[in-house]
């Protein structure tokens, strides 16, 4: 297949991505597994509470596991380009699997110590630094290039349909497994990590089935920091794209931490509702993010002079939504703000994702997709460290101050000419033929 030609008839519409078995069997498995991941996004943080009481202890938690993330991040695209994306992405899941499946059963014997949460968080977020770069870099690989927009909308409106569903369900098992306050029990927490495993084995068997396995690059002469410089001497000459780098470390300096600290925290120490609180504010979240998604997959993309401004706007109205966050007094206001903020981003990211995906080399996509993604992450463990510091000053004060300075920074990103012509960098023409494998080995 190329990945230029398309397989539909003169005037006829273009077949969908899921018409492609390989990209079915990625979608299926990334759509369970990710279901899957809510559940532990919700259990973790709670379980760090329960363990603790303490919004910094959390937020160490996750720093621990963005940190590894952060650090690795390259070396695991120069991986994903030398051995392939669904290579490295079996071995994400397994050693993943692996993890939170002992995480879950040491939670069920009521055994967990703070310390042990720390370990996992270390385990998890090395295989993340793999599994990142390559999740976003195998899906150009199996569909055709006029799809990839399509393509990237179903699987992250899959993922946000997840995000709707998931961290409800798994709000509502945990509460009704619990007790309440720093009393409650670990039984739903076990259970929901132990889900989350079991969705990891789902996604393997979908990754072996998967028939193309890219190309497997020979590399006896190169070593991975040489290859790691090739990607960086490619984002270097594109001072758009280091730009682009630039404001996406920022915007999640200042989200991403705030998020994942104030989100619960709110939920644990004002909303009746608990847990179940925590889960149905996720949920909105995704839920708004799925429709930004849909809207961004199912309508023409703007016009390539207004792309950088309309992307720079979305994530600027996500910003202001978690400043007001303050404001809310019931679990239904907390999530109709995260729900606005979740569609603004939702539409913002996808255009991103396909407008930076659509500018870099097939050989190079692991690489130059880590560094994007090290560029957006790369402060996260600082971002969440600082964020559960600052809820013990003022949890209001850090959501207002977090959300109105990232309103602030990506609008006065569009006084760059390069951030306000985002749409007219020039695409890669990709023509290679995928490599097919005859079975479904390894």
């Not at 945990?174 to 929901?192: C, F, K, Y």
Request: charged share 10%; glycine share 10%; proline share 6%.
């Amino acid at each position: 297949m190329s990945l230029q030609a398309s397989d539909a008839q003169p005037g006829s519409p273009p077949p969908s991505p899921l018409a492609n078995r390989d990209f079915r069997l990625l979608w299926l498995g990334e759509a369970i597994s990710t279901i899957g991941d809510q559940f532990a996004l919700i259990a973790l943080p709670w379980l760090a509470l329960v363990l603790t009481g303490s919004a910094l202890a959390l937020g160490g938690v996750l720093a621990v596991m963005a940190i590894p993330r952060a650090l690795l991040m390259v070396v695991g695209g120069a991986w994903v380009d030398r051995v392939s994306p669904r290579r490295v992405m079996l071995a994400s899941n397994a050693v993943r699997l692996v993890a939170v499946t002992v995480l879950g059963i040491v939670v069920l014997e009521g055994a967990a110590e703070l310390w042990m949460l720390y370990a996992f968080a270390l385990v998890f977020g090395v295989a993340d630094a793999f599994f990142f770069p390559a999740n976003t870099s195998i899906v150009p690989q199996l569909v055709e290039q006029h799809q990839l927009q399509r393509a990237n909308g179903i699987v992250q409106g899959t993922a946000q349909a997840a995000v709707l569903i998931g961290p409800a369900l798994a709000g509502g098992i945990v509460a009704a497994l619990s007790s309440s306050g720093t009393d409650a029990s670990q039984a739903g927490i076990a259970i929901a990590l132990l889900l989350d495993g079991a969705t990891f084995l789902v996604s393997m068997v979908t990754l072996w089935l998967i028939r193309h396995r890219g190309a497997v690059r020979s590399a006896a002469d190169r070593s991975i920091l040489d290859e790691i410089g090739e990607g960086v001497r490619f984002v270097w000459g594109m001072p758009t794209l280091r730009l682009v780098i630039l404001v996406s470390l920022t915007a999640n300096l200042l989200i991403v931490g705030p998020s994942e600290v104030g989100l619960p925290v709110i939920a644990y120490t004002r909303l009746p509702e608990g847990p179940a609180a925590f889960g149905i504010i996720m949920s909105a979240f995704g839920g708004g993010s799925l429709i930004g998604l849909a809207i961004a997959a199912l309508l023409p993309a703007p016009p390539a002079r207004l792309l950088g401004p309309v992307v720079m706007v979305t994530i600027g109205i996500a910003g202001l939504g978690l400043a007001v966050l303050p404001l809310a007094s019931t679990t239904i206001v907390a999530a109709a703000m995260t729900a606005v903020s979740g569609g603004a981003l939702g539409y913002g990211n996808l255009l991103g994702i396909t407008w930076i995906q659509a500018r870099i080399p097939s050989e190079l996509m692991g690489r130059v997709m880590s560094l994007m993604m090290l560029g957006s992450m790369g402060m996260v463990p600082v971002s969440q460290l600082v964020a559960g510091a600052a809820v013990t000053v003022s949890l209001d004060g850090m959501l207002i101050v977090s959300g109105t300075g990232l309103a602030v920074v990506v609008l006065l990103s569009l006084l760059s000419p390069r951030i306000r012509d985002l749409g007219l960098a020039p695409v890669v023409r990709r023509s290679a033929e995928p490599e097919l494998a005859q079975s479904p080995a390894a």
